[in-house]
Nanobody
Framework: VHLVESGGGLVQPGGSLRLSCAASGFTFSNYRMDWVRQAPGKGLVWVSTNRSGRDITYYLDSVKGRFTISRDNAKNTLYLKMNNLRPEDAAVYYC??????????????WGQGTQVTVSS
């Protein structure tokens, strides 16, 4: 399993970014995928989850209405579109694979992360 995030960077408050996670080494469409983040000095925080084949997605309350998770199974890629970014969204963002399709499956692989900085 190999997960590679990209798309992070420096953005002003109110700005937008789209993160990507290129997956390989497993049948991407069969697995639920998540985004998690870690701010400096803080623990990992779950952000969003997406299941292939069904329009079932969930979000951390603080990002609802601003972030959109999506996936392209043909490209084995997971996305996170982030709009109206706030300073508190600054973190390293990781994509994670769960070991099944359901919400009751644990995450079992993570990428190296991509840094998102929100500052004026």
């Amino acid at each position: 399993v190999h997960l590679v995030e990209s798309g992070g960077g420096l953005v002003q408050p109110g700005g937008s970014l789209r993160l990507s996670c290129a997956a390989s080494g497993f049948t991407f469409s069969n697995y639920r995928m998540d985004w998690v983040r870690q701010a400096p000095g803080k623990g990992l925080v779950w952000v969003s989850t997406n299941r292939s084949g069904r329009d079932i997605t969930y979000y951390l309350d603080s990002v609802k209405g601003r972030f959109t998770i999506s996936r392209d199974n043909a490209k084995n890629t997971l996305y996170l579109k982030m709009n109206n970014l706030r300073p508190e969204d600054a973190a390293v963002y990781y994509c994670a694979k769960r070991n099944g399709a359901g919400l009751d499956f644990a995450m079992d692989a993570w990428g190296q992360g991509t840094q998102v900085t929100v500052s004026s």
